[in-house]
């Protein structure tokens, strides 16, 4: 592992940056430049986190030899699971309580069927044969000369002497007395019509059932049984956090691509954190690296970086930022300082609000 560039490798590298730039002035010399150092963190902690419970199963049907097939266990909080190799993946395993595998009558219905509710396990209802005709009302006007009896009241000389009303060419042959032009149209004397709902069987089949009396009981899924076991449920959950101190600036800073980020790898809790971690970085990963409750398995990658943070004491309005990179050597990134930043953008604003004015003012004389 390559150690640390030194403040005098960093402070030539800003040197020879200068120099591109049009400077003279030899940095390494007391007083031409102020560094400091940082180092950039980054650190993932990602750990399975491992929980058992148990819980009843209950399925339709007979499955026993199918549920037996699944891997047993005798005492789930004993039973002896490997946590995954890579702690960021989860993994759940299901589990079959040894002596716990049954199959059950179903009690809420017989064979799987059970009496349809909606006619009580009749099939249907019985149903009236037939209805009064609804234009005559079953009453006497269903022939004027019956009355819908087949007798008729008058005999030959009294057909004529009852009154014929205007609508009488619309009275049908009566099919009781056969006397012609008397008949209530739809019933044709009958004073009642078949039933319309039942066609004159005298019974409606149930809606809920078709008529068969029973129906299929749903929660069994009709087969009449269940197949009832504890289940024991081992679940790996990976749980991630990233703890990261990276560089106050976004413009073009070292990426995973440029940066030689320096990694430690930690896989168990005994494992110890690097010894060039900065006392700040340190203080603040450890509290984070507690064992927690049913962590089983861990990896903490901790990545850090040297940067260093330089001033020109003759170049005032800028910042250099120095950090190794990957291929080699050290990369310098020069920026704007702070107070040179807000200047710019004061002035920019200014700019903008004259602009502005302006607009108004070409809008004002338009009118
Ligand atoms: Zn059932
Ligand atoms: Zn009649
Ligand atoms: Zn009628
Ligand atoms: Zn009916
Ligand atoms: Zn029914």
């Given amino acids: 592992m390559a150690t640390d560039p030194s403040d005098e490798e960093f402070l030539q590298a800003v040197e020879e940056h200068v120099f ?21 963190l980054d650190a993932r902690i990602v750990r399975c986190i491992e929980t058992r419970e148990t819980r009843d199963r209950r ?29 960021a993946r989860s993994r759940t395993l299901t589990l079959v309580r040894a002596g716990s595998l049954d199959e059950i009558v179903c009690e809420g219905c017989e064979g799987g069927t059970r009496d349809c509710e909606a006619c009580g396990g009749r099939g249907g209802r019985d149903c009236p044969r037939y209805v009064d005709c609804d234009v005559c ?47 209530c149209p739809k019933c044709l004397g009958r004073r009642h019509l078949d039933c319309p709902v039942c066609d004159r069987s005298g019974r409606v089949p149930c809606r809920g059932c078709g008529g068969r009396e029973r129906i299929r009981h749903t929660p069994c899924a ?32 070292p990426t995973d691509a440029t940066g030689d980020w320096r990694e430690t790898r930690l896989t168990s809790v005994t494992d110890k954190l690097p010894d060039d971690l900065d006392p700040a970085h340190r203080a603040l990963l450890e509290p984070e690296l507690a064992v927690r409750d049913g962590e089983v398995r861990r990896r903490v990658t901790v990545r850090r970086l040297p940067l260093a943070r330089v001033t020109v004491r003759d170049d005032p309005h800028r910042v250099y930022y120095a950090f ?25 604003s200014a700019a903008l609000v004259l602009l502005a004015l302006a607009a108004a003012l070409v809008v004002a004389l338009s009118r």
């Fill in 324 to 348: 190794p990179v990957r291929s080699g050597g050290i990369d310098v990134v020069g920026l704007p300082s702070r107070q040179r930043v807000l200047h710019v953008t004061a002035r920019a």
């Fill in 59 to 87: 399925v339709p049907g007979l499955r026993r030899a199918e549920i037996a097939e699944r891997p047993a266990c005798t005492d789930l909080a004993a039973h002896p699971v490997d946590p995954p190799d890579d702690p």
């Fill in 137 to 183: 009302e079953g009453g006497p006007d269903a022939c004027w000369e019956c009355d819908g009896t087949g007798t008729p009241r008058t005999r030959g000389a009294a057909r004529a002497a009852r009154p014929r009303p205007q609508d009488a060419a619309k009275r049908a042959t009566c099919a009781r007395c056969e006397r012609p032009e008397v008949a």
């Fill in 20 to 40: 591109g730039r049009g400077g003279t002035v030899r940095l390494t010399l007391p007083g031409a430049a102020a560094l400091d150092r940082q180092q950039l």
């Fill in 222 to 253: 009709g087969t009449g049984h269940f197949t009832v076991w504890t289940e024991g449920i081992i679940r790996h959950t990976p749980d991630a956090k990233e703890v990261k101190r990276l560089a106050p600036l976004v413009v073009r800073m």
